[in-house]
Protein backbone atom coordinates (compact mmCIF):
# COMPACT_ATOMS: atom_id res chain seq x y z
CA UNK A 1 0.00 0.00 0.00
CA UNK A 2 1.55 3.35 -0.82
CA UNK A 3 3.15 5.78 1.79
CA UNK A 4 2.29 2.55 4.25
CA UNK A 5 4.65 2.66 7.56
CA UNK A 6 6.07 -0.53 8.71
CA UNK A 7 5.31 -0.43 12.30
CA UNK A 8 2.32 2.18 12.58
CA UNK A 9 -0.61 2.18 10.66
CA UNK A 10 -1.92 5.69 10.11
CA UNK A 11 -5.87 6.35 10.82
CA UNK A 12 -8.23 9.13 10.90
CA UNK A 13 -11.12 9.78 13.13
CA UNK A 14 -14.58 9.92 11.19
CA UNK A 15 -17.93 10.91 12.42
CA UNK A 16 -19.98 9.22 9.56
CA UNK A 17 -22.75 11.43 8.40
CA UNK A 18 -22.78 14.35 10.54
CA UNK A 19 -18.66 14.55 9.12
CA UNK A 20 -18.46 17.44 6.72
CA UNK A 21 -14.92 15.74 5.65
CA UNK A 22 -15.35 12.85 3.10
CA UNK A 23 -14.03 9.23 2.88
CA UNK A 24 -12.80 9.81 -0.44
CA UNK A 25 -11.17 12.59 0.50
CA UNK A 26 -9.58 10.78 3.87
CA UNK A 27 -8.18 7.98 1.53
CA UNK A 28 -6.29 10.39 -0.62
CA UNK A 29 -4.07 11.43 2.08
CA UNK A 30 -2.71 7.90 2.73
CA UNK A 31 -4.78 6.93 5.22
CA UNK A 32 -5.04 3.54 5.64
CA UNK A 33 -7.89 2.99 8.67
CA UNK A 34 -10.69 4.58 9.73
CA UNK A 35 -11.53 5.58 13.56
CA UNK A 36 -15.25 5.32 14.13
CA UNK A 37 -18.52 4.43 15.46
CA UNK A 38 -22.27 4.30 15.68
CA UNK A 39 -22.17 7.60 17.02
CA UNK A 40 -26.42 7.92 15.96
CA UNK A 41 -27.12 4.98 18.40
CA UNK A 42 -27.84 6.68 21.93
CA UNK A 43 -25.19 5.81 25.21
CA UNK A 44 -26.24 2.43 26.79
CA UNK A 45 -28.23 0.04 23.58
CA UNK A 46 -26.93 -2.24 21.88
CA UNK A 47 -25.20 -1.29 18.59
CA UNK A 48 -26.90 -3.60 15.78
CA UNK A 49 -24.27 -6.00 13.86
CA UNK A 50 -26.30 -5.26 10.42
CA UNK A 51 -25.07 -1.82 11.03
CA UNK A 52 -22.03 -2.63 11.97
CA UNK A 53 -21.30 -4.68 9.02
CA UNK A 54 -22.87 -1.86 6.88
CA UNK A 55 -20.66 0.84 8.30
CA UNK A 56 -17.72 -1.30 7.69
CA UNK A 57 -18.49 -2.24 3.72
CA UNK A 58 -19.10 1.61 3.53
CA UNK A 59 -15.56 2.07 4.48
CA UNK A 60 -14.32 -0.66 2.78
CA UNK A 61 -15.81 0.59 -0.56
CA UNK A 62 -13.44 3.57 0.27
CA UNK A 63 -10.22 2.00 -0.26
CA UNK A 64 -9.72 1.76 3.40
CA UNK A 65 -10.79 -0.88 6.85
CA UNK A 66 -12.27 0.09 10.01
CA UNK A 67 -9.95 -0.26 12.39
CA UNK A 68 -10.72 1.04 15.61
CA UNK A 69 -13.94 1.60 17.54
CA UNK A 70 -13.75 5.08 18.72
CA UNK A 71 -16.04 5.04 21.08
CA UNK A 72 -18.53 2.30 22.23
CA UNK A 73 -19.44 4.62 25.19
CA UNK A 74 -20.03 3.97 29.05
CA UNK A 75 -23.51 4.77 30.24
CA UNK A 76 -23.21 7.33 33.01
CA UNK A 77 -25.36 4.67 34.75
CA UNK A 78 -22.99 2.65 34.72
CA UNK A 79 -20.45 5.18 36.05
CA UNK A 80 -22.35 6.02 39.15
CA UNK A 81 -23.56 2.73 39.82
CA UNK A 82 -27.16 3.13 39.01
CA UNK A 83 -29.98 0.99 39.09
CA UNK A 84 -29.76 0.02 35.23
CA UNK A 85 -25.87 -0.37 35.53
CA UNK A 86 -26.04 -4.27 35.12
CA UNK A 87 -28.84 -4.01 32.34
CA UNK A 88 -26.66 -1.64 30.72
CA UNK A 89 -23.07 -3.31 31.32
CA UNK A 90 -25.20 -6.71 29.15
CA UNK A 91 -25.89 -4.51 26.53
CA UNK A 92 -22.32 -3.47 26.21
CA UNK A 93 -21.37 -7.14 26.18
CA UNK A 94 -24.31 -7.41 23.46
CA UNK A 95 -22.13 -4.86 21.18
CA UNK A 96 -18.89 -6.62 21.85
CA UNK A 97 -19.84 -9.57 20.58
CA UNK A 98 -21.22 -7.71 17.15
CA UNK A 99 -18.32 -5.85 16.84
CA UNK A 100 -16.22 -9.06 16.92
CA UNK A 101 -18.68 -10.73 14.63
CA UNK A 102 -17.86 -8.09 12.37
CA UNK A 103 -14.30 -8.08 13.04
CA UNK A 104 -13.43 -4.75 15.07
CA UNK A 105 -10.68 -5.70 17.76
CA UNK A 106 -9.83 -2.38 19.23
CA UNK A 107 -12.64 -0.92 21.23
CA UNK A 108 -12.00 2.83 22.90
CA UNK A 109 -14.02 4.14 25.98
CA UNK A 110 -13.28 6.48 28.48
CA UNK A 111 -14.55 6.54 32.04
CA UNK A 112 -14.65 10.25 32.30
CA UNK A 113 -17.95 11.09 34.34
CA UNK A 114 -20.23 13.41 32.92
CA UNK A 115 -17.98 15.71 30.83
CA UNK A 116 -15.62 14.41 28.40
CA UNK A 117 -12.93 16.40 27.16
CA UNK A 118 -12.89 19.97 27.87
CA UNK A 119 -12.08 23.34 26.58
CA UNK A 120 -12.90 27.11 27.29
CA UNK A 121 -11.89 28.58 23.88
CA UNK A 122 -12.63 26.79 20.25
CA UNK A 123 -11.10 29.91 18.38
CA UNK A 124 -7.69 30.65 20.22
CA UNK A 125 -5.71 32.43 17.64
CA UNK A 126 -1.84 31.71 17.65
CA UNK A 127 0.54 34.28 16.19
CA UNK A 128 0.74 32.32 12.94
CA UNK A 129 -2.99 32.82 12.24
CA UNK A 130 -4.04 29.24 12.60
CA UNK A 131 -6.50 28.93 15.20
CA UNK A 132 -6.18 25.71 18.24
CA UNK A 133 -8.31 24.76 21.39
CA UNK A 134 -7.54 26.28 24.19
CA UNK A 135 -8.34 25.75 28.03
CA UNK A 136 -8.08 28.56 30.24
CA UNK A 137 -8.85 27.72 33.56
CA UNK A 138 -10.46 31.23 35.22
CA UNK A 139 -12.90 30.55 32.53
CA UNK A 140 -13.68 26.96 33.56
CA UNK A 141 -14.20 28.37 37.60
CA UNK A 142 -16.33 31.29 35.69
CA UNK A 143 -18.85 28.80 34.17
CA UNK A 144 -18.88 26.45 37.83
CA UNK A 145 -19.34 29.13 39.69
CA UNK A 146 -21.35 31.63 38.03
CA UNK A 147 -23.03 29.74 35.30
CA UNK A 148 -23.19 26.00 36.69
CA UNK A 149 -23.47 27.73 40.10
CA UNK A 150 -22.36 24.21 41.19
CA UNK A 151 -23.37 23.51 45.07
CA UNK A 152 -20.26 23.80 47.24
CA UNK A 153 -17.88 24.96 44.71
CA UNK A 154 -16.91 27.95 46.42
CA UNK A 155 -15.33 26.01 48.74
CA UNK A 156 -13.03 24.16 46.42
CA UNK A 157 -11.26 27.74 44.89
CA UNK A 158 -8.98 30.18 47.12
CA UNK A 159 -10.92 33.82 47.81
CA UNK A 160 -8.12 35.35 45.25
CA UNK A 161 -9.41 32.59 42.03
CA UNK A 162 -13.05 33.57 43.55
CA UNK A 163 -12.26 36.93 43.04
CA UNK A 164 -10.78 36.67 39.77
CA UNK A 165 -13.56 34.61 38.39
CA UNK A 166 -16.17 37.13 39.63
CA UNK A 167 -13.96 40.40 38.01
CA UNK A 168 -13.98 37.55 34.71
CA UNK A 169 -17.39 36.84 34.96
CA UNK A 170 -18.53 40.47 35.15
CA UNK A 171 -16.22 41.14 32.00
CA UNK A 172 -17.71 38.53 29.98
CA UNK A 173 -21.63 39.77 30.35
CA UNK A 174 -24.59 37.64 29.22
CA UNK A 175 -22.99 37.29 25.56
CA UNK A 176 -19.69 36.13 27.24
CA UNK A 177 -21.19 33.94 29.34
CA UNK A 178 -23.46 31.94 26.77
CA UNK A 179 -20.47 31.78 24.90
CA UNK A 180 -18.69 29.78 27.14
CA UNK A 181 -21.79 27.38 28.08
CA UNK A 182 -21.74 26.99 24.24
CA UNK A 183 -18.67 25.89 24.49
CA UNK A 184 -17.90 23.93 27.28
CA UNK A 185 -21.17 22.07 26.90
CA UNK A 186 -23.00 22.60 23.38
CA UNK A 187 -20.11 22.12 20.68
CA UNK A 188 -18.06 19.89 22.37
CA UNK A 189 -20.34 17.65 24.41
CA UNK A 190 -22.90 17.54 21.85
CA UNK A 191 -20.73 15.79 18.97
CA UNK A 192 -19.23 13.67 21.68
CA UNK A 193 -22.06 12.39 24.26
CA UNK A 194 -24.82 13.40 23.04
CA UNK A 195 -25.76 16.74 25.14
CA UNK A 196 -27.77 18.83 22.66
CA UNK A 197 -29.53 21.96 23.56
CA UNK A 198 -31.18 25.17 21.63
CA UNK A 199 -30.72 27.36 24.19
CA UNK A 200 -27.64 28.00 26.93
CA UNK A 201 -30.08 27.83 29.97
CA UNK A 202 -31.12 24.22 28.94
CA UNK A 203 -27.42 22.83 28.46
CA UNK A 204 -27.01 24.20 31.89
CA UNK A 205 -30.38 22.67 33.61
CA UNK A 206 -29.83 19.24 31.65
CA UNK A 207 -26.01 19.35 32.83
CA UNK A 208 -26.76 19.58 36.46
CA UNK A 209 -29.37 16.80 36.16
CA UNK A 210 -26.33 14.51 35.07
CA UNK A 211 -23.96 16.01 37.79
CA UNK A 212 -26.57 15.24 40.82
CA UNK A 213 -26.36 11.67 41.11
CA UNK A 214 -22.12 12.15 41.54
CA UNK A 215 -22.74 13.55 44.57
CA UNK A 216 -19.81 12.96 47.27
CA UNK A 217 -18.53 10.53 44.80
CA UNK A 218 -14.61 9.98 45.66
CA UNK A 219 -11.86 8.41 43.24
CA UNK A 220 -12.29 5.64 45.22
CA UNK A 221 -15.71 4.74 44.67
CA UNK A 222 -15.65 5.64 41.01
CA UNK A 223 -12.78 3.58 40.38
CA UNK A 224 -14.80 1.00 42.20
CA UNK A 225 -17.67 1.58 39.71
CA UNK A 226 -14.75 1.04 37.01
CA UNK A 227 -13.52 -2.07 38.45
CA UNK A 228 -17.55 -3.51 38.08
CA UNK A 229 -17.69 -2.82 35.00
CA UNK A 230 -14.41 -4.30 34.10
CA UNK A 231 -14.84 -7.58 35.99
CA UNK A 232 -18.13 -8.55 34.08
CA UNK A 233 -16.97 -7.19 30.21
CA UNK A 234 -12.79 -8.52 30.18
CA UNK A 235 -13.24 -12.07 30.50
CA UNK A 236 -16.11 -11.48 27.59
CA UNK A 237 -13.35 -9.32 25.67
CA UNK A 238 -11.01 -11.82 26.27
CA UNK A 239 -12.81 -14.62 24.58
CA UNK A 240 -13.60 -12.47 21.89
CA UNK A 241 -10.61 -11.41 21.17
CA UNK A 242 -10.92 -7.78 21.83
CA UNK A 243 -8.64 -5.63 23.36
CA UNK A 244 -10.35 -2.51 25.62
CA UNK A 245 -8.51 0.30 25.46
CA UNK A 246 -9.16 3.40 28.24
CA UNK A 247 -8.86 6.52 27.47
CA UNK A 248 -6.79 9.04 29.46
CA UNK A 249 -8.87 11.64 31.91
CA UNK A 250 -8.47 15.12 29.68
CA UNK A 251 -7.25 17.19 31.12
CA UNK A 252 -5.91 14.60 34.27
CA UNK A 253 -7.12 15.74 37.65
CA UNK A 254 -10.49 16.42 38.92
CA UNK A 255 -13.32 18.89 37.92
CA UNK A 256 -16.83 20.36 38.57
CA UNK A 257 -16.37 18.03 42.65
CA UNK A 258 -15.79 15.16 40.03
CA UNK A 259 -13.05 12.55 40.46
CA UNK A 260 -10.80 12.14 37.58
CA UNK A 261 -8.95 8.30 37.47
CA UNK A 262 -6.87 7.68 34.72
CA UNK A 263 -4.50 10.55 34.41
CA UNK A 264 -1.51 9.54 35.54
CA UNK A 265 0.68 6.57 36.76
CA UNK A 266 -0.38 5.81 39.66
CA UNK A 267 -3.89 5.67 37.88
CA UNK A 268 -2.39 3.49 35.49
CA UNK A 269 -0.24 1.15 37.98
CA UNK A 270 -3.79 0.53 39.93
CA UNK A 271 -5.64 -0.40 36.84
CA UNK A 272 -3.66 -2.71 35.26
CA UNK A 273 -2.77 -4.25 38.59
CA UNK A 274 -6.38 -4.42 40.05
CA UNK A 275 -7.47 -6.17 36.55
CA UNK A 276 -4.39 -7.62 34.89
CA UNK A 277 -6.32 -9.33 32.00
CA UNK A 278 -4.65 -8.96 29.03
CA UNK A 279 -7.91 -7.49 27.27
CA UNK A 280 -7.45 -4.20 29.54
CA UNK A 281 -5.88 -2.08 27.35
CA UNK A 282 -4.79 1.59 27.11
CA UNK A 283 -5.32 4.01 24.20
CA UNK A 284 -2.66 6.34 24.59
CA UNK A 285 -3.35 9.92 24.21
CA UNK A 286 -0.58 12.10 24.53
CA UNK A 287 -1.71 15.35 24.63
CA UNK A 288 -4.24 14.39 27.36
CA UNK A 289 -0.98 13.13 29.69
CA UNK A 290 0.86 16.15 28.73
CA UNK A 291 -1.57 18.82 29.78
CA UNK A 292 -0.32 18.00 33.45
CA UNK A 293 3.23 18.95 33.53
CA UNK A 294 3.96 16.24 36.20
CA UNK A 295 3.48 13.38 33.74
CA UNK A 296 6.64 12.10 31.98
CA UNK A 297 4.83 10.94 28.26
CA UNK A 298 7.75 9.26 27.78
CA UNK A 299 8.32 7.25 30.68
CA UNK A 300 4.47 6.46 30.57
CA UNK A 301 4.77 4.74 27.40
CA UNK A 302 7.75 2.75 28.27
CA UNK A 303 6.65 1.81 31.89
CA UNK A 304 2.94 0.84 30.21
CA UNK A 305 3.78 -0.17 26.29
CA UNK A 306 2.71 -3.63 26.56
CA UNK A 307 -1.16 -2.63 27.52
CA UNK A 308 -1.38 -0.25 24.53
CA UNK A 309 -3.72 -0.60 21.92
CA UNK A 310 -3.85 2.52 19.87
CA UNK A 311 -1.99 5.63 20.27
CA UNK A 312 -2.82 9.15 20.01
CA UNK A 313 -0.19 11.89 18.64
CA UNK A 314 -0.82 14.95 20.00
CA UNK A 315 1.18 17.62 22.54
CA UNK A 316 -0.39 20.46 24.09
CA UNK A 317 1.40 23.44 26.04
CA UNK A 318 0.99 24.21 29.70
CA UNK A 319 1.57 27.91 30.87
CA UNK A 320 1.67 27.37 34.70
CA UNK A 321 -1.56 28.63 35.70
CA UNK A 322 -3.77 25.56 34.98
CA UNK A 323 -4.25 26.66 31.15
CA UNK A 324 -2.67 24.99 28.08
CA UNK A 325 -3.77 25.15 24.48
CA UNK A 326 -3.04 22.21 21.42
CA UNK A 327 0.23 22.99 20.14
CA UNK A 328 2.06 21.83 17.50
CA UNK A 329 2.75 18.19 17.21
CA UNK A 330 6.10 18.50 16.85
CA UNK A 331 5.93 21.33 19.74
CA UNK A 332 5.06 21.33 23.40
CA UNK A 333 5.69 19.62 26.47
CA UNK A 334 5.97 16.07 24.41
CA UNK A 335 8.95 15.05 23.15
CA UNK A 336 7.62 13.80 20.18
CA UNK A 337 10.56 12.21 18.71
CA UNK A 338 11.71 10.33 22.12
CA UNK A 339 7.85 9.15 22.45
CA UNK A 340 7.86 7.60 18.70
CA UNK A 341 11.27 5.69 19.40
CA UNK A 342 9.89 4.26 22.55
CA UNK A 343 6.12 3.56 20.45
CA UNK A 344 8.09 1.70 17.71
CA UNK A 345 10.53 0.09 20.17
CA UNK A 346 7.26 -1.33 21.75
CA UNK A 347 5.69 -2.79 18.53
CA UNK A 348 9.39 -4.11 17.00
CA UNK A 349 9.52 -6.49 20.71
CA UNK A 350 5.61 -7.55 20.06
CA UNK A 351 7.01 -9.27 16.24
CA UNK A 352 7.48 -8.27 12.69
CA UNK A 353 4.01 -8.43 11.65
CA UNK A 354 2.94 -6.17 14.34
CA UNK A 355 1.20 -2.54 13.07
CA UNK A 356 0.23 -0.84 15.79
CA UNK A 357 -2.74 2.03 14.77
CA UNK A 358 -2.25 5.51 15.57
CA UNK A 359 -4.25 8.75 14.89
CA UNK A 360 -3.49 12.59 15.04
CA UNK A 361 -5.46 14.32 17.48
CA UNK A 362 -6.74 17.49 17.40
CA UNK A 363 -5.12 19.51 14.62
CA UNK A 364 -5.23 23.33 14.58
CA UNK A 365 -7.21 25.32 11.81
CA UNK A 366 -5.25 26.63 9.06
CA UNK A 367 -6.24 27.72 5.61
CA UNK A 368 -9.33 26.94 3.79
CA UNK A 369 -10.53 24.87 7.16
CA UNK A 370 -11.97 28.56 7.80
CA UNK A 371 -13.94 28.13 4.98
CA UNK A 372 -15.44 24.51 5.91
CA UNK A 373 -17.98 23.03 8.70
CA UNK A 374 -16.06 20.68 11.01
CA UNK A 375 -16.08 19.38 14.40
CA UNK A 376 -13.97 20.78 16.93
CA UNK A 377 -10.74 20.10 17.23
CA UNK A 378 -11.39 18.24 14.16
CA UNK A 379 -10.44 19.90 10.78
CA UNK A 380 -9.17 18.78 7.51
CA UNK A 381 -5.89 20.24 6.50
CA UNK A 382 -4.86 20.95 10.30
CA UNK A 383 -4.88 17.60 10.84
CA UNK A 384 -3.51 16.46 7.44
CA UNK A 385 -0.35 18.86 8.13
CA UNK A 386 0.07 16.71 11.14
CA UNK A 387 -0.25 13.53 9.67
CA UNK A 388 2.69 14.37 7.34
CA UNK A 389 4.68 15.63 10.33
CA UNK A 390 4.01 12.28 12.16
CA UNK A 391 4.93 10.09 9.06
CA UNK A 392 7.89 12.04 8.41
CA UNK A 393 8.70 11.24 11.98
CA UNK A 394 8.03 7.94 11.90
CA UNK A 395 9.34 7.05 8.37
CA UNK A 396 12.84 8.19 9.54
CA UNK A 397 12.85 6.79 13.26
CA UNK A 398 11.85 3.66 11.54
CA UNK A 399 15.35 3.22 9.85
CA UNK A 400 16.77 2.90 13.01
CA UNK A 401 15.44 -0.35 13.49
Not at 176 to 198: N, Y
Not at 320 to 327: I, L, T
Not at 392 to 399: F, M, P
Request: aromatic content about 8%; glycine content about 8%.
Amino acid sequence: MENRLKHIEKTWRWFGATDSIRLEEIRSIGVEGIVTALHHIPNGEVWPAEEIDSLRKEIESHGMHWTVVESLPIHEEIKWGGPRRDELVLNYIRSLENLAACGLKTVVYNFMPVIDWIRTDLHHRLPDGSEVLYFRRIDFVVFDLFILEREGAATEYPPEVRDEARRRYQALGPDGAAALVDTVIIRTQGFIDGISASRPDEAVALFRERLAPYRDMDPDRLFGHLRHFLEAVLPVAERLGIRLAIHADDPPGPVLGLPRIVGNETDLERLFRELPSPANGLTFCAGSFSADPRNDVTRLVRRFADRIGFIHLRSTRTLGNGDFYEAGHLEGNVDMPALVKAILEEVRRRGPDVRLPMRVDHGARILSDFQRDHHPGYPLLGRMKALAEMSGLIAGLEREF
